[in-house]
C-alpha cells in the first residue's frame, strides 16, 4: 500500500519536506468525545484494546477529526508485562494497577519472554484492520514502553511519586533488575518486530519515567536496554521519548535509532548542539500551552517551529495531550504546524 502522506517518515529520515509533520503523544482516546462513545459502548479500556475493530476505529479517529499526519496503534504500552505473565488492571480515574508484582529472581520464575505474534495477537490484528482502514492516508506508529519504565511498573504495580522500590532494586539486587530488564527487552524486540510485520510504518519507545534515574544508572539500566532494541530494529524508522532525561541528550545522540523526542523542559538548540545533527528531534510544546487562547497557541507554536527550523523536525507536544484539552485548541496547534512551516519553507 502506497503511503498518500509519508511526510513523517521522510522527515525521520532527515529527507526534504514541504512542510513539517504533526501528531500529538496520546491522541487517541482522552480528548475526544467520539472516543469516550466507543469506550462506553465496552467494559472498559482493557476490552476496548482487545477488540481489533474497536481498537483500529479509536485509532482512525484522530486522523479524521484532527487532521494529524500519523496513527498511533490504540494499545498501551502495559501489554508487555500482561504477556510476559503479569496482568494488569485498568482502574477508572486512577490508571494501570497490577494485582502481582515482582522483586525477587524467585519471582522471575512465574514469568516469560513474550512472544511478539503468538501473545499480543489482539493488537497485531489491530494494526492489520487499521492499516487497511486507513488505506495509504497516513503512516501507522507502534510503540512500546522502554524496558526501564516497564520495569517500574512490574515492581511497583502502579504509578508513583518516587518509584522507590524500582530504583531500590538497583541498588539491592542487580542481578535481579538485570535479569527482568533483559527479559522484557527480547519481549519487546519480538512485539515491535510483529508489530512492523503487520504494517507498522515506524516505531516509538515510551521512556516516561527516565526522569527519576541518576544519569549513571540511566546509562546503566535504561539506555543499555535501548540500545538493544535500536541495534534490533532495522526495518522502520525508531523514535525514541525519554522524559526528562535531559542529562542524557548527548548519549542518545549515539543511539542507533532516527528521532529523539525533546519534552517540553528541554531547551531546542542546546538539544540541537547536544544530540547532533544526524538526529530528527520530535517536539515539544508544554502540553499546558492548548488551555491557552487561539492567538496564544498560534503564537508559541510558531516560536517553536521557528526555533527548531526546517529540516529533521516532527512536531508534537513535549509529552502526552491532557485529558481536558479543547479538541478545537488541537487543532489549532495542528493547523498552526502545517501552515507556518510551509510558510516558513516558501
Ligand atoms: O493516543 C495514544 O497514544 C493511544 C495509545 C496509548 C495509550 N497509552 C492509551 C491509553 C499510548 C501510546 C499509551 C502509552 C502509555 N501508557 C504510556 C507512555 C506515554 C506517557 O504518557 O508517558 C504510559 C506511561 C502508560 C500507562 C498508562 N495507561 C497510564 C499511566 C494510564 C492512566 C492515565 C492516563 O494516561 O489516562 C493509562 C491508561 C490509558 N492508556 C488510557 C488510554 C486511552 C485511558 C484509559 C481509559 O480510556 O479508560
Redesign the pocket.
Known amino acids: 500500500m502506497e503511503l498518500k502522506n509519508d511526510l513523517i517518515l521522510r522527515a525521520a529520515r532527515g529527507e526534504k519536506i514541504e512542510r513539517t509533520p504533526v501528531w ?7 480528548i475526544l468525545p467520539e ?2 462513545a466507543v ?1 462506553e459502548s465496552v467494559s ?2 482493557i476490552e ?2 482487545k477488540t481489533p475493530e474497536l481498537a483500529a476505529e ?2 482512525i479517529q ?1 486522523v479524521d477529526l484532527l487532521g494529524v499526519d500519523a496513527a ?7 501489554v508487555i508485562p500482561e504477556a510476559m505473565n503479569l496482568p494488569y488492571e ?1 482502574v ?1 480515574k ?3 494497577w497490577f494485582p502481582k508484582t515482582v522483586s525477587t529472581l524467585a519471582d522471575l520464575k512465574q514469568l516469560k519472554v513474550a512472544d511478539g505474534e503468538a501473545d499480543l495477537d489482539y493488537v497485531i490484528q489491530a494494526i492489520k484492520i487499521t492499516k487497511k482502514e486507513l488505506n495509504g492516508r497516513v503512516p501507522l ?1 507502534g ?1 512500546a ?1 522502554a524496558p526501564w ?1 516497564i520495569f517500574s ?1 512490574m515492581v511497583e504495580g502502579s ?1 508513583s511519586k518516587t518509584f522507590s522500590k524500582a530504583r531500590a532494586l538497583l541498588y539491592t539486587d542487580p542481578v535481579f533488575a538485570e535479569t527482568l530488564l533483559d527479559m522484557i527487552t527480547q519481549s519487546t524486540i519480538s512485539y515491535l518486530k510483529a508489530q512492523i510485520k503487520a504494517g507498522a510504518d515506524m516505531v ?1 519507545l ?1 521512556d ?2 527516565a526522569g527519576i534515574l541518576p544519569p549513571d544508572h540511566y546509562t546503566q539500566y535504561s539506555l543499555r536496554y535501548i540500545q538493544q532494541i535500536c541495534d534490533a530494529i532495522t526495518e522502520v524508522p525508531v523514535t525514541v ?1 525519554a ?1 526528562g532525561a535531559f542529562f542524557a541528550r548527548e548519549q542518545m545522540g549515539q543511539l542507533n535509532c532516527e528521532t529523539i523526542g525533546l519534552d517540553w523542559n528541554m531547551g531546542i538548540a542546546e538539544s540541537r548542539k547536544m544530540i547532533g545533527d544526524h538526529k530528527t528531534l520530535q517536539g515539544n510544546l508544554d502540553p499546558a500551552a492548548l488551555y491557552g487562547t487561539t492567538q496564544e497557541i498560534q503564537a508559541a507554536t510558531r516560536r517553536m517551529l521557528d526555533q527548531f527550523g526546517t529540516s529533521r523536525h516532527i512536531a508534537n507536544l513535549g ?3 491532557y ?1 481536558d484539552i479543547n479538541p478545537e485548541k488541537v487543532k489549532v496547534f495542528i493547523e498552526t504546524v502545517k501552515e507556518y512551516s510551509a510558510k516558513i519553507r516558501a
Open positions: 500529538l503523544m496520546r491522541q487517541a482516546g482522552r472516543y469516550r469506550r472498559g479500556f476496548l484494546a479509536v485509532t484522530p498511533i496503534i490504540f494499545s498501551d504500552i502495559l485498568m477508572e486512577r490508571g494501570p506508529i510503540f514502553g519504565t511498573y504509578g516509538q515510551f516516561s519515567w521519548f522524559k509529552h502526552g495531550v485529558p
